[in-house]
């Protein structure tokens, strides 16, 4: 079983703050990617990466920014939170694209 | 509108019986994952599916790819089964994308 992990697992900003969400995943997958979950929208992906270096756009990457630093770290960026960012991250990783996705705990962000 | 549509929104079934769930999308796809999301909040993956039929314990799930539609089939319903499920269509050739429908909210009651 792929095991992602993702950190904090709660946070609270406030608007205009930094934050930056941690995912690492330990089975030597190749694609990682963050989303969002909101009441009414189900999962949206944010964006994703092929590997090392590489980062891809998703469907809704406006005010996030994110980096993959090795293969096994991703880390997602909001520069200037906003309240419209308040939600709930999942971080997943998958072997190749056409694979299955194994999702991390989540973590829960609150901007006031 | 909505690329991928489940149906029903929500669900409440007594333990012991069986029910489908309906996944409908108008994008073109190879693949469809199904999810459950427990009440925790955890994302557990179910099936992955190229177009055919799987079977796993008491669940089955079937991809249609001609008709763009696939069925997730929950038989002798258990309290544990209790959560939402979603399914997921690669929209991305190999880029792993995925587009998810809004989920069905399952209750399993004694």
């Known amino acids: 079983e792929a095991a992602v992990t993702q950190s904090p697992r709660n946070k609270v900003t406030v608007t205009g703050g930094n934050v930056t969400l941690s995912c690492r995943q330990t089975n030597s997958h190749n694609y990682m990617y963050w989303y969002r979950q909101d009441t009414g929208h189900g999962l949206r992906l944010i964006h994703y990466?092929?590997?090392?270096?590489?980062?891809q756009i998703g469907d809704v990457p406006d005010g996030y920014k994110a980096t993959r630093t090795t293969q096994e770290d991703f880390f997602l960026l909001l520069e200037l939170a906003s309240p419209s960012q308040t939600s709930l991250y999942f971080c997943a990783s998958s072997d190749v694209g056409r694979d299955t996705q194994y999702f991390g705990p989540g973590t829960r962000l609150l901007v006031l | 509108g909505d690329q991928v549509k489940q149906s029903p929104s929500a669900l409440s079934l007594q333990e012991g019986t069986n029910s489908a769930l309906r996944c409908n999308f108008s994008i073109a796809t190879t693949t469809v994952q199904w999810f459950l999301q427990n009440p925790r909040g955890s994302l557990m993956n179910l099936f992955y599916?190229?177009?055919g039929t799987k079977e796993n314990g008491r669940l089955k799930s079937t991809f249609n790819s001609k008709e763009s539609y696939s069925t997730l089939h929950i038989r002798d319903a258990q309290l544990e089964d209790s959560g939402t499920y979603f399914c997921a269509v690669n929209t991305g050739a190999n880029t792993g994308k995925l587009t998810f429908g809004h989920g069905t909210i399952l209750r399993v009651h004694p």
């Open positions: 990466s092929y590997g090392a270096g590489n980062l």
């Open positions: 599916l190229v177009p």
